[in-house]
């Protein structure tokens, strides 16, 4: 796996998020993926989808910087701090936080396995 790919990968995603795109995230996304909430919550992929589906995740504004990339076989970590804007139902989103994402190479596309998250700021 090439780092590129991965670049590649989490700009479709990032722009899938901002979107509120659940045909790209459902495809991104492994159907067996377990992400942290900065809350401590651990969600699942139909989870994610559905507060997105749903209307209830809304982005406004979304910047990632300071991204780490480390490719290990068919696999690859990101860490990436990013700036958001935006409401969850009716409660604000409004900070920087810390992912850490992990993909894995699957026949022909990568996907996300697993995630976490911390605000920073």
């Known amino acids: 796996m090439k780092i590129e790919t991965v670049i590649d990968a989490e700009i479709e ?3 899938a998020i901002k979107n509120s795109d659940v045909l790209v995230l459902e495809k991104m996304l492994h159907d067996d ?4 909430l900065p809350d401590g919550q651990t969600i699942t992929k139909a989870f994610d989808l559905e507060t997105y589906r749903s209307g209830k995740m809304k982005i406004d504004f979304l ?3 300071d991204q780490i990339i480390n490719v290990i076989d068919d696999s690859a970590v990101v860490a990436v701090t990013i700036s958001l804007k935006g409401l969850y139902e009716t409660t604000p989103i409004n900070g920087v936080f810390k992912y850490i994402r992990v993909w894995k190479q699957f026949e022909n596309n ?4 697993a995630g976490s998250c911390i605000q920073l700021a």
């Open 110 to 113: 990568l996907k996300v396995i």
């Open 13 to 15: 995603l990032l722009t």
């Open 63 to 65: 910047e990632a910087s």
């Open 33 to 36: 993926l377990l992400f942290n």
